[in-house]
């Protein structure tokens, strides 16, 4: 390993060990800094998860539990954002497992709730909440009844 490299090793493990980073967003910051040599970024990368400085099962379940937890997203929008990230279905699979999923209905509806106060008057208020619903990557057979529930109260 050459000297710089070793300089963005150290550089990177510091960024590690303060928050977590999957693998593809640790190979870009390595890729810019060591100037577009893929090979060198690519050592640097494997460094880090030799190390345990970065574990993609561990930032996706850190990533799964803080989004669907705090801001009320769905399974499927947490999984197309993981695969955009370059996360593989197994590791994706398994940090959704991690979800606890009465926490995750429940933070569905009250999300569901609020969305439904701003909504009262309209006339389209059932397709525009079940719109909502999956634009924030809950599945249709799960949120359908939900509105149909929220709508009768």
């Known amino acids: 390993m050459t000297d710089e490299q070793k300089k963005v090793l ?12 999957c693998s593809s967003d640790v190979f870009a910051k390595a890729l810019k800094a060591l100037e577009g040599d893929r090979d060198a970024a690519a050592e640097v990368v494997e460094s880090l998860v030799g190390e345990k400085y970065v574990d993609d099962l561990r930032y996706a379940t850190a990533f799964c539990r803080e989004k669907a937890a705090l801001q009320g997203w769905g399974a499927v929008k947490i999984s197309y954002m993981l695969a955009g990230k370059g996360i ?3 590791t ?14 429940r933070k569905m509806e009250s ?10 008057d309209d006339p389209q208020v059932r397709l525009k909440m079940l719109r909502f ?14 509105v149909a529930r ?3 109260e």
């Open 88 to 90: 593989d279905k197994a």
């Open 150 to 152: 929220l709508l009768n």
């Open 111 to 120: 999300v569901l709730r609020a969305k439904l106060r701003t909504l009262r």
């Open 10 to 21: 150290s550089k990177l493990q510091a960024q590690c060990a303060r928050r977590e980073y």
């Open 133 to 146: 619903a999956l634009s924030r990557g809950y599945s249709y057979d799960s949120v359908a009844p939900l």
């Open 92 to 105: 994706v699979s398994a940090a959704l497992a991690e979800i606890d999923s009465s926490a995750a209905d």
